[in-house]
């Protein structure tokens, strides 16, 4: 039998704590990082980063995009790989400019989840080699794990701005109020991908940014929810 999504308010529950979380393993990974445990450090920002694609999943079911079914979002949660993807994806399809097309792009998310969660664990533990080498956690740089807390820390900056307040309750369920409004949107929206993915990706990452730029603090329309 397959387990329920949980309801909207432990949905947002869950988002929120994920993302608390990961701000929290980030400021530890830093400490590490000063105290020149470089490998530790990079592990820290993966499975921070595993938290925001946590939170990624929990907010994309509150949206009705149909993007996920109940299979779909504990498969993903489960799953280390899966996580990251998802927070992969906010930073390279989302945040910043795509360097590929959507399809290649994908297909190079995909695999680099799964190489980041096999990077985080060797920074973690001894290994040995198929050829017969001892690997040491201590292979990670400080720059690898430099740079893995600031890829995390986008991520995490860009959805703690419109989920890190308590406020945030109120906005879903204004949202939930529009649902139909809504629907017909991201029916729009999936359709305008499948024609043409890549132009229609540039404009919902242009108008997000926008949208962002032009907060205030202040919603006035609940369906900008992901945005404000």
Not at 27 to 44: G, I, Q, V
Not at 55 to 75: E, R, T
Request: aromatic share 6%; glycine share 6%; charged share 25%.
């Amino acid at each position: 039998m397959t387990r329920p999504i949980p309801p909207q308010d432990d949905l947002v529950r869950l988002a929120q704590q994920a993302l608390f979380n990961a701000r929290d393993q980030l400021s530890d990974a830093r400490m590490l990082l000063r105290a020149e445990r470089a490998s530790t450090a990079f592990a820290l920002a993966t499975l921070a980063d595993e938290e925001v694609g946590k939170a990624s999943l929990c907010i994309l079911v509150l949206i009705p995009a149909g993007v996920l079914d109940a299979d779909g979002f504990w498969d993903c949660w489960r799953d280390h790989g899966g996580k990251l993807l998802w927070a992969r994806g906010l930073l390279q399809v989302i945040i910043r400019e795509p360097t590929r097309v959507l399809s290649k792009l994908l297909e190079d998310l995909t695999r680099e989840a799964k190489t980041l969660h096999q990077r985080k664990m060797r920074a973690l533990y001894v290994d040995y080699s198929p050829s017969g080498l001892v690997l040491s956690p201590s292979a990670t740089t400080a720059a690898q794990a430099r740079s893995r807390i600031d890829e995390a820390q986008a991520s995490l900056d860009f959805l703690l701005a419109s989920w890190g307040d308590d406020g945030i309750f109120e906005r879903v369920k204004d949202l939930s109020a529009h649902q139909d409004e809504l629907a017909a949107e991201l029916e729009w929206i999936n359709g305008a991908l499948r024609a043409e993915p890549d132009k229609t990706l540039g404009q919902m990452r242009d108008w997000i940014h926008a949208q962002r730029e032009q907060a205030d603090g202040n919603v006035e329309d609940s369906t900008g929810i992901l945005t404000e």
